[in-house]
């Protein structure tokens, strides 16, 4: 099939692919990493690697919530629901394994684990059990961190508490940039991140890295605008902040929803599934809310976890090191329906996304 015609306005694709060809830097490689699952699946469903230049890559760092969660967090929530706590959660995060288990098997073991759309739904349930502890187990970027925040300061029910691992983006990017060996030309953004927190966070990599940064959002027109803007930049020289969603992000972001954050949360340093530490990239509940915080509540902190088992990759998916289908057990002992690693867990992790779009794996081959 023309892969142009999945595109809503092939001609436009068609034209900004061969703008691409034409302002590709030549030389051997070129490598631009964006930090979204969302944009990881326009990628792949789109087949977007396959209408670029042979020397282009475009690399999926950690930009899964789920991925990133280290299995001592996950092991936390899994303890408490085994405590006897209604453990809450999004749906992807039911799967994700933790040490040795996944709050889903605990589930199988009696716990009760229940699945919600949103921190209001754990508020509800809470409130229509007043009898029952409950805990919600609060994952995810600067996207979802300010509705958990919203809840915490208007005062949730009393036998409601959280375990609050959510993380921020820009010091992840800011890691990646360190890692010698992954060299990376340019970086797009996550769009809806950027709703959130605005422009001047990533001001930095342009500014001290010499990084282009491009603001991207989520249409496959608007991931190969994206290419090609960071392309331009890497053409000329120059490394700039340029937002190419321009339709939903203001410079200053959601002052409200950053608000929200900050009143809740302190930034602090956080441990990411397969990367470390990483200095200030994780939100923990301000003292004046330890109150809600699970971990007092019900007497559980786990220091450490097995992040990544026996023959996983994910710890170099997650940085873009490696391709999903490079992984030996990729579509062999690790799928969708029984993950092993987590970034086949979730719709945003790279290895289930590269598991869901099969037909668009570009030029990486599997592993035999
Ligand atoms: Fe981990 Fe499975 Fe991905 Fe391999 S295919 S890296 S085991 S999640």
Redesign the pocket.
Known sequence: MNLYETFRDPKLAKRIVEKIQETAPKRDSVKICHVCGTHEWTISHYGIRSLLPENVDVIAGPGCPVCIVPAAEVDEAVDVALKGAVLTCFGDVVRVPGSSMSPLHARARGADVRVVYSVMDAVRMAEREPDREFVFFAIGFETTAPSTAAEIIKGPPRNLSFLVSHRLIPPAMELMLGIGDLQIDAFIAPGHVSTIIGLEPYEIFPRIYRMPTIVAGFEPIDVLLAIYMALRQIKDRVAALENEYGRAVRRDGNPKAKDLMKRAFNVVSGDWRGLGRIPDSKLALRDEYLRHDAHERHNVRIRSGRD??P????H??IIGKIK?IE?????K??TPQK???????SVE????IW?MTRQHYGRVQPKP
């Open positions: 990544i088992p023959g996983c990759q994910c170099l998916v999903p992984c030996p057990l990729f579509m002992a690790c993950p092993i690693g987590s970034c086949m867990v992790g790279t290895c289930r598991a």
